[in-house]
Antibody
């Protein structure tokens, strides 16, 4: 069974940092682009970042560019999102998500984790 | 950036009835559109991709149609487990992926 499990969320003060992780299982992790999508409380879905299957290329939403860094460790089937200079508006549930197609950088998200809550507040 | 809109914001339907949800893109996205279902406290679940292809394990009562800028998700006969929020997503002009604001389907 394909599965994604996020961890690392929590409460952090504005300006602080947090590192989210996503452990993948049940599929060939190194063959798929991976992403983070977030959802503020009571709001809709917002794409945050995507990393290519190879890990060589990353893309970020303008709202997080320069503050967030996405990386992957294919030896451990793990995705990491380093979040720095956090703002109140970054408060959301962060979902790790797998692209449907092999290798392609874009497409639908067919597997989602359960999400991890990040709260930025003083 | 392509802006996605969905209508209606809320759709009240009785069990067994048909539900029709609309999604519109501000620019042409070809058939690069997906639909998701999200229940409270759960992650989104992929229903449809490529505008009309059902994802693995999705019941046949869910169908998608459209191309270009206008898309429709139809649930032919609503079951109790179908009451949820539905989002569309375009992945044609990327980055960024953009999602619609969602349509909540609730019990009439």
């Amino acid at each position: 069974e394909m599965q994604l499990v996020e961890s690392g969320g929590g409460l952090v003060q504005p300006g602080g940092s947090l590192r989210l992780s996503c452990a993948a299982s049940g599929f060939t992790f190194s063959s798929y682009a991976m992403s983070w999508v977030r959802q503020a409380p009571g709001k809709g879905l917002e794409w945050v970042s995507t990393i290519s299957a190879s890990g060589n290329t990353t893309f970020y939403a303008d709202s997080v560019k320069g503050r967030f860094t996405l990386s992957r460790d294919s030896s451990k089937n793990t995705l990491h999102l380093q979040m720095n200079s956090l703002r109140v508006e970054d408060t959301a549930v962060y979902y790790c998500a797998k692209r449907l197609g092999r290798v392609v950088i874009t497409g639908a998200f067919d597997i989602w984790g359960q999400g991890t809550m990040v709260t930025v507040s003083s | 950036e392509i802006v996605m809109t969905q209508s209606p914001a809320t759709l009240s339907v009785s069990p067994g009835e048909r539900a029709t949800l609309s999604c519109r893109a501000s620019q042409i996205v070809s058939s690069n559109l997906a639909w998701y279902q999200q229940k409270p406290g759960q992650a989104p679940r992929l229903l449809i991709y490529g505008a009309s292809t059902r994802a693995t394990g999705i019941p046949a009562r869910f169908s998608g149609s459209g191309s270009g800028t206008e898309f429709t998700l139809t649930i032919s006969s609503l079951q109790s487990e179908d009451f949820a929020v539905y989002y569309c997503q375009q992945y044609n002009s990327w980055p960024p992926d953009t999602f619609g604001p969602g349509t909540k389907v609730d019990i009439k």
